[in-house]
């Protein structure tokens, strides 16, 4: 049976990608006892960490694993750190049920919804007159289309999670009409149209 620590909590990271693997050096170097929970075994590298004292790996109910193992192992006042938005998504909905057992990271849903929405994001960024891309979204190609599209553009998905995690891409190009065409019908095979944001693209570097 894993250790638990009892001169404090511990923490339990949600994600074996590269953020994950930052957060467990950096709590573990602090000796804080780490534990890293993933879905998906064969892309976690978090798991070879020195400083990952277990690893989890779970395909069923996120929520009901965590409470599970919070009351087998008595990890009452551990924390939860999410590093993807899918992760920060279900511990956001379900807060309040894991704060009987940790401590959560994620604020909840009325927060975290404009962060995970760019939708969201960029409709509030507008109210609030932050400088922002110009973005159209739309339930149909032919709604993007009579926005009159400033080429270059962008395609790229409203909620990442529901795409990128399906395609390792985070946005397609578009220089032209056939271009959008195709980009469109491409992201509509994993994702509903009216996910689909256009977005003019901002030239330069990233200093731009």
């Known amino acids: 049976m894993p250790k638990t620590n009892k001169n404090g909590p511990g923490a339990i990271v949600l994600g074996g990608n590269f953020v994950g693997l930052g957060i467990a050096r950096s709590l573990g170097t602090r000796g804080i006892p780490v534990w890293?929970?993933?879905?998906?075994?064969?892309?976690?590298?978090?798991?070879?960490?020195?400083?990952?004292?277990?690893?989890?790996?779970?395909?069923?109910?996120?929520?009901?694993?965590?409470?599970?193992?919070?009351?087998?192992?008595?990890?009452?006042?551990?924390?939860?750190?999410?590093?993807?938005?899918?992760?920060?998504?279900?511990?956001?909905?379900?807060?309040?049920?894991?704060?009987?057992?940790?401590?959560?990271?994620?604020?909840?849903?009325?927060?975290?919804?404009?962060?995970?929405?760019?939708?969201?994001?960029y409709r509030r960024a507008n109210e609030l007159g932050l400088a922002a891309p110009w973005t159209t979204v739309g339930s149909s190609l032919a709604d993007i289309e009579s926005a009159n599209v400033p080429y270059p553009a962008i395609l790229k998905p409203a909620v990442n999670h529901h795409f990128f995690p399906h395609t390792n891409i985070?946005?397609?190009?578009?220089?032209?009409?056939?271009?959008?065409?195709?980009?469109?019908?491409?992201?509509?095979?994993?994702?509903?149209?009216?996910?689909?944001?256009?977005?003019?693209r901002i030239p330069g570097g990233g200093e731009n």
């Open 36 to 121: 890293v929970l993933d879905a998906d075994r064969s892309k976690s590298i978090a798991q070879f960490s020195r400083h990952t004292r277990r690893f989890i790996e779970t395909r069923e109910s996120v929520v009901d694993v965590l409470l599970e193992e919070g009351r087998r192992h008595n990890l009452n006042g551990w924390v939860l750190f999410p590093v993807t938005d899918e992760y920060v998504e279900i511990l956001s909905a379900n807060r309040q049920e894991l704060e009987t057992i940790y401590r959560v990271t994620t604020a909840a849903p009325d927060v975290t919804r404009f962060a995970l929405d760019k939708r969201l994001t």
């Open 170 to 200: 985070k946005a397609l190009p578009v220089d032209n009409p056939s271009e959008l065409q195709r980009a469109f019908a491409q992201m509509s095979r994993y994702i509903p149209p009216d996910e689909i944001l256009l977005q003019e």
